[in-house]
């Protein structure tokens, strides 16, 4: 009997915090279960066979898919200009393991994982590959109960808003990207210029400007001039993209 109690005991206890989840990210599963399948480690599976519960690996690898995909699709939107090349290593940028486990980090994914005794006492819940196929099992659970619409809605919160603020810049070539634009649409010459050096010489920031054919396109910081240059042609970039939608008329 005071097995039974604790077990319900525990059972609501992990109802209610899945539903503080769903309630912080905005979304309410129709089949919860799903849900809790996506969190459940397969150490936990393995110490309570008699719940019948279904770890999270399939669902890792359907989320692995549509994380690619609509990766893939957002990107394909967002950079027109840029070559197949390019969108690959950035897309390889953000669903490598390192940037997943930021993301559910984020989102304190460690805390709501189900697991096996020694998986816990091991340190699992802050382990990256852990981490990482969680939010993979995640993203494939939201699918199958909400649709690719509401992943993708989801991503727009969490994922996207950093791509677009640079956080995977330091695989991306801006400025050949510009360069390329200018050229193809002869828009003129493109310079770079330092503005300003400051900090001490163990930790020296960068200020860079770039122009197009006299006119000043962006402005850009770093650590080195040519992190300052790409992040300016990146700004650059923004504004030409700009101008290609119909919103500046003065390009």
Partial sequence: MVKFHRGKQMKEQMNHRFKQFQE??????SNPSLLIQAFTHSSYVNEHRRRRRE????LEFLGDAV????????L???????????????????????SLVSFA?????????????????????????????????????LYLDQGIDVVRQFLEKIVFPKVVE??????????????????????????????????????????SEV?????????GMGRSKKEAEQQAAHFALSKLKEAFHGKRKDI
Avoid: W
């Avoid at 770890?55 to 399939?58: A, G, S």
């Avoid at 994380?67 to 957002?74: A, D, P, Q, R, Y």
């Avoid at 394909?76 to 390192?98: D, H, N």
């Fill in 211 to 219: 122009f197009i054919n006299g006119n000043k396109y962006g402005t």
């Fill in 24 to 29: 912080k990210i905005g979304i309410r599963f």
């Fill in 105 to 141: 980090k984020e989102l304190d994914f460690g805390s709501f994982m189900l697991l096996g005794k020694g998986e816990e006492l091991t340190g699992g819940r802050k382990r990256p590959a852990l981490l990482a196929d969680a939010f993979e099992a995640f993203i494939g659970a």
């Fill in 166 to 207: 640079g956080a995977f810049s330091h695989v991306m070539d801006y400025k050949s990207q510009l360069q390329e634009i200018v050229q193809r649409d002869a828009l003129g010459i493109v310079q770079y210029k330092i503005i300003e050096e400051k900090g001490p010489a163990h930790n020296r920031e960068f200020v």
């Fill in 55 to 58: 770890d999270n690996e399939r």
């Fill in 67 to 74: 994380l690619e995909l609509t990766v893939s699709h957002f």
């Fill in 76 to 98: 394909y939107e967002t950079y027109p200009m840029m070559e197949e090349g390019e969108l690959t290593k950035l897309r390889a940028a953000i669903v490598c393991e390192a």
